[in-house]
């Protein structure tokens, strides 16, 4: 089973600053990479699937980067609407898994 | 209004069974495969189960093999997950999700979520 490590695990944040979130995979995934969010009281919502393409609808401030074992979630100048938990997820090999989420939370 | 709206959550008591039903709303339902995901309270997301587009695959995970069953109901858009002799670790948010495709081949991450319904497992 591939281990989706998640970095940092919460990270704080003022509305209309930059986020950079990791996710490192224990085996290569070339770019079978997902990342989803997931707000209070709500399920996940796909935002980038194929490491860097955005989902229907996804925002431009939202991108995503990496190959291989090492990914990033960028969030390029953050909205309220916009904390929330990230959650990547590996679709390289089965099963399925996910990373266990970085919170961003408002500093 | 594209969605899925999961329903069948609920108390029970260790060693007993509950039938999670997930409707789909908006789209071609019997053109995706279907998944079921849960997430324990505090804890990260659990991909436990699949069913593809014409019912006749499934997997389940090793965590819940020989306990739940998926199935699906195309005509009635529907997706279920039967739980069994459910256990206080089976207690968790179940959603159910759809697996894409490009009208060749799966693509396996999950671009529609439903809201999930809480499934507790306790004495």
């Known amino acids: 089973e591939i281990l989706m490590t998640q970095s940092p695990a919460t990270l704080s944040v003022s509305p209309g600053e930059r986020a950079t979130l990791s996710c490192r995979a224990s085996?290569?995934?070339?770019?079978?990479l997902a990342w989803h969010q997931q707000k209070p009281g709500h399920g996940p919502r796909l935002l980038i699937y194929?490491?860097?393409t955005r989902a229907t609808g996804i925002p431009t401030r939202f991108s995503g980067t990496g190959s291989g074992t090492e990914f990033t979630l960028t969030i390029s100048s953050l909205l309220s609407e916009d904390f929330a938990v990230y959650y990547c997820?590996?679709?390289?090999?089965?099963?399925?898994?996910f990373g266990g989420g970085t919170t961003v939370e408002i500093k | 209004q594209v969605q899925l709206e999961e329903s069948g959550g609920g108390l029970v008591k260790p060693g007993g069974s509950l039938r999670l039903s997930c409707e789909a709303s908006?789209?071609?339902?019997?053109?995706?495969?279907m998944s079921w995901i849960r997430q324990a309270p505090g804890k990260g997301l659990e991909f436990i189960s699949y069913?593809?587009?014409?019912?006749?695959?499934?997997w389940h995970a090793d965590s819940v093999r020989g306990r739940f069953t998926i199935s699906r109901d195309n005509a009635k858009k529907s997706l279920f997950l039967q739980m069994d002799n459910l256990s206080a670790e089976d207690t968790a948010i179940y959603y159910c999700?759809?697996?894409?495709?490009?009208?060749?081949?799966?693509?396996?991450?999950?671009?529609?979520w439903g809201r999930g319904t809480l499934a507790r497992v306790s004495a």
């Open positions: 069913i593809n587009d014409g019912g006749n695959v499934k």
């Open positions: 085996q290569s995934l070339n770019t079978s």
């Open positions: 999700a759809r697996v894409p495709n490009d009208g060749n081949y799966v693509i396996w991450h999950f671009d529609l």
């Open positions: 997820q590996q679709y390289n090999k089965w099963p399925l898994t």
């Open positions: 194929g490491a860097s």
């Open positions: 908006g789209f071609s339902f019997s053109d995706y495969y």
